[in-house]
């Protein structure tokens, strides 16, 4: 259940901010949150080999 509480948190502002009709930042921090998301899942891992 941890692992839900960035997202819940994302979800929250963006409703949020849709709410009070700023959904154009609404929408800029959706975008930024899937480019993130995104990143993390293809980025190079970085290993920790001993030289």
């Known amino acids: 259940m941890r692992g839900f509480g960035p997202w819940l948190a994302?979800?929250?502002v963006v409703l949020l901010l849709?709410?009070?009709r700023l959904r154009?930042?609404?929408a800029l921090v959706s975008l930024t949150w899937l480019a993130w998301c995104v990143w993390t899942w293809i980025r190079p891992r970085r290993?920790?080999?001993p030289s």
């Open 18 to 20: 849709s709410a009070l």
């Open 47 to 49: 290993h920790d080999r």
């Open 24 to 26: 154009t930042l609404a």
């Open 10 to 12: 994302v979800l929250a």
